[in-house]
């Protein structure tokens, strides 16, 4: 029985047990939050910032960073409403935009491999880029909003808890193939190695331009998903999508670093961190706290998870470091 108590609460799981605590108590506290509209608000923002952030998971675990992940997405956005607008079918207009924001991701993970750019500015740049494309494109600041939604944005914007439901299971099954990939195959391996030791990496003949370029193209291809489905959801395109995707996006990924993997980003330990900043998103209004209460969070929840991944790198480098002594 120890064992069995021991194995369920290790440290990895433990996120996962703060969540099902905070469930309990924002019902407990506001029996409105289990209302059908707000488990419908939780369900969209968690499944639209959970493939948004996907790819950058993996950029984050082989040492690197994507801050241009909102920016890929609003551009993406604005492409695939303005498609749809003109008349173009949904698969049409999706694979534009989705193909566009690969662009910048394949333009940022150049910069970074062969140029030697430091991540943080080759995206911060891109996705300067991609923003400013957005608002020339659309003429300003202004979302696109569609005249007719009819189809998927009608099934997918308005639908019941049932088809958000749905959905989310799809996200969950995508998710699902990204874990198989990370824990199965040798680019799971070779992902992980790049982010403890790029030099040992490198010596060992792992292709380190060809991987970071390809990590950096998915996290925009992924970005660019997550911009379309943005306007399935909520029938508009915008142009300056930042703010709170960008903190509950990059807070989903290290805040993830403490499940399944710990001290390691994630895709299992990434969707747990969108949902947990949903439902919390979500259950802070009901009990009365406002919005900047929620901020404040998930900044100390981002901090946390940025140091147990620097705690965990440092025990790596000096378990390395000795067993070379």
Known sequence: MKRVIGALFRPQYMLIWV???????????????????????????????????????????????????????GFSSVVAALAVENGLPWIAAAAIAITAGTFFGFVSGYLVAVFR???LIATIAMGSIATGAACVVVGGYAPVRLTSTVGLVDILGSGGIVVQLIW???????????????????TGQHLYALGENRQASLEAGIREKKIIISFFSLSAMLASCGG????????????KMKGAVFIDGMTAVFLGALVIKAGKPNVIGTFVGAVFLAVLTNGLTPIGLPDYVGSMIKGALMIFGVVIIAISKYKVAKKASRATR
Not at 176 to 183: E, G, K, P, S, V
Not at 228 to 239: I, K, N
Request: proline share 4%; aromatic share 14%.
């Open 168 to 186: 989310i299971a799809i996200v969950l099954g995508v998710y699902l193939a990204f874990y198989y990939i990370q824990d199965h195959t040798t």
């Open 19 to 73: 969540f099902l605590a905070m469930v309990v108590y924002f019902c407990l506290a506001a029996p409105s939050f289990l209302s059908a509209l707000n488990l419908i608000r939780a369900v969209k923002s968690s499944s639209v910032v959970a493939m948004m952030v996907l790819g950058l998971t993996w950029i984050a675990a082989s040492g690197e960073i994507d801050v241009s992940f909102p920016s890929v997405a």
């Open 228 to 239: 379309v489905v943005w306007v399935l959801f909520y029938a508009q395109g915008v142009p």
């Open 117 to 119: 750019c430091p991540s």
